[in-house]
């Protein structure tokens, strides 16, 4: 009962920062990208809940944007990489041998590189490109799925009812459709709420180091970028509540994803001895 509460928590302030994202921007009817350097830097006040960035925009309204953004990227470069790492996971296990072993290889050597830097070396070949970003996240993050889901698979593989339909001469393809697939789905679905995190701040990353999603398209990232010059000059709303917002965001997925995977995957009995 206690990890359902916390899940539900979780998906409570998650829902309600989804809401905010989605509904703030439509409901103020205005352009985020519109200035207005009569209101620049504005304090939090009555007027401007958020304050104003150094180009007098809303900060409520374009965090709302920033995390419209920053979750969308996020959301498709996760099921990109636990796509790839369930087809590569799966693969291998069927295939088996010395497939398997250059498989593995290959995973241990992307592993070993760094996911920031070889994202940098992605997205610089398509600059400002928003498919570039998701592709850079899901190719540095699908290592770990791939693992989970060739150890499934290959304790799969030695069950009864799959060495059955390997007798009957079943087909690899029917075989990773038919029962591979189905058994990992919920390693898949949770793989990608707890790769979402990392998606986030990857991409805040990103963009804040100017890699990522250009100025005028409004991310964490961007936001955050933005706010070392206001910083300076005493604007520290700039800073808090994107960074609040790309915390809370985080925490609350983080926390969705470890109550998910506790009521979905429960630990196995471990034996008594005889």
């Known amino acids: 009962m206690a990890e359902r509460r916390r899940l539900y928590a979780a998906l409570a302030v998650l829902l309600a920062v989804i809401a905010y994202a989605v509904l703030v921007p439509w409901l103020a009817g205005v352009d985020d990208r519109l200035t207005d350097f009569a209101t620049a830097r504005r304090a939090p006040s009555g007027q401007w809940w958020f304050g104003t960035d150094a180009a007098g925009r809303s900060l409520f309204v374009r965090i709302a944007a920033a995390l419209r953004t920053s979750l969308l990227v996020a959301a498709c470069a996760a099921a990109v990489s636990t796509a790839l790492g ?117 991409e805040s990353t990103l963009s804040f180091l100017g890699f990522g999603l250009p100025p005028h398209e409004p991310s964490l990232g961007t936001l955050l970028a933005e706010a070392r010059t206001s910083l300076l000059l005493g604007g520290w709303w700039t800073l808090l509540f994107p960074a609040g917002f790309l915390v809370l965001t985080t925490v609350a997925v983080a926390v969705a994803g470890s109550s998910l995977r506790t009521l979905l995957l429960p630990p196995k009995p471990s034996r008594m001895p005889r």
């Not at 992605?122 to 600059?127: C, E, H, K, T």
């Not at 592709?135 to 889901?149: C, D, E, F, K």
């Not at 591979?180 to 919920?186: E, F, G, Q």
Request: charged share 15%; glycine share 6%.
């Open 86 to 202: 369930v087809l590569v996971g799966a693969v291998s296990a069927l295939a088996g041998g010395r497939v398997d072993r250059v498989i593995m290889r290959f995973a241990d050597t992307a592993n070993a590189l760094p996911h920031l830097l070889l994202g940098i070396v992605i997205v610089a070949l398509f600059r400002g490109n928003v498919a570039a970003v998701v592709l850079s996240i899901g190719l540095t993050h699908w290592v770990q799925v791939a693992r989970i889901v060739r150890a499934e698979s290959l304790s799969l593989r030695e069950r009864d009812y799959v060495a059955a339909a390997v007798l009957a001469g079943a087909r690899r393809t029917h075989l990773l459709r038919a029962h591979l697939l189905p058994a990992v789905a919920p390693q898949a679905l949770i793989a990608v709420v707890l790769l979402l995190p990392h998606a986030i701040w990857h």
